[in-house]
C-alpha cells in the first residue's frame, strides 16, 4: 500500500495514515486502500484491538485531499462524500475497539475519521476542528452527525459554524478525547490501554462493544434489550466460565480469547 500502513503486534493492529507530505489528507486512492484493510480486519479474529494514528510529526490526518476537493462537481464531491460516510460508519461498526492516537493536526475528515473511532487519546500539540466551513464546504464524512451527538447540540453549532480549530484540551473538556499525554509517550500510553483490552475475554470485549453500539442511539430500554441479548451470548463463552471460575478460585482469570468456544 502506498498510503497506508498496517502492521499487526501481539494481536494489536495498526493503522496508519501515511502521506506525509500531504499531512496525511484523505484522497480516494487513500480510500480504496482503506476499504482494504478493513474487508481484513473485520474478519481477523486475532484482532483484538485497531489503533489508528498518522506518520510523520505533524499530522494525524489534516483533512479531506483539498486539491481533489476543488476539482469535483457535485455528483462526484456526493460520491466521495457517499465513500467517506460508508467507510467510517464500518470502521465505527468493526467488532474489535478501535482507538484514535491524534498525534498532530486532526482537521476536517481527520476529526471526523477520529470521531468514528471507540475513542481517542491526543497528544498535547493535536489541533481539532472542522474547518470546511472556511473552505464554503460542510463536514461530509459523518462530522455534523458524530460531533452533535457526543458533544451536544450547541457545541457543535458553533464549531461547525465558526470552523474554528481547537486544542487537545479543549477536545478533553468537550468529551471529545479521553485522555491527553505528551506527544512522546503518546503510543505508549493508548498501547497500554490497547494491551489492557486485548487481555480481556475476546467475546466479552466484543459483547460490550456491540451492545455499546446498538445503543447509543436508541430509547433506554431498547438499548437495555440489546444489553439482555449481548450478557446471554457472553454465557455461552469459555471466557465466561473461566472469568468466573478464576474469581471463585481466588485466582487471575486466563482468558483464551477463543470467538469460536
Ligand atoms: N489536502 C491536501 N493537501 C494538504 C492538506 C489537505 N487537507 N492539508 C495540508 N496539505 C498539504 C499542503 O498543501 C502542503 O503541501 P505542499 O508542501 O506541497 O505545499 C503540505 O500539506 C504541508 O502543509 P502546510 O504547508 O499548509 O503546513 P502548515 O504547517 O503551514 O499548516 C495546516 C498546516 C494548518 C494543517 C494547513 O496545512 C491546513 O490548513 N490544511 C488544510 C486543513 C483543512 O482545511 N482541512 C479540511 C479539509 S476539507 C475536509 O476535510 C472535508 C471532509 C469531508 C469531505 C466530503 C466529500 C466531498
Known sequence: MENLIFEINDQIATLTFNRPKALNALNQALFQEFATVLDKVEVDKNIRVLVLTGAGEKAFVAGADISELAKMN???G???AETGQKLFSRLESLPMPVIAAVNGFALGGGTEV???CDFIYASEKAVFGLPE??????PGFGGTQRLLRLVGTNIARELIFTGKTFSAADALSYGIVNKVCPPESLME???KTARAIAKKGAVSVRAAKESIFCGKDVDLETGCRFEADAFGLCMASQDAKEGTQAFLEKRKAEFKGDLDS
Open 189 to 191: 500510553e493508548v498501547m
Open 78 to 80: 456526493k460520491r466521495f
Open 133 to 138: 466551513i472556511t473552505l464554503g464546504l460542510i
Open 74 to 76: 457535485p455528483l462526484l
Open 114 to 116: 477520529a470521531l468514528a
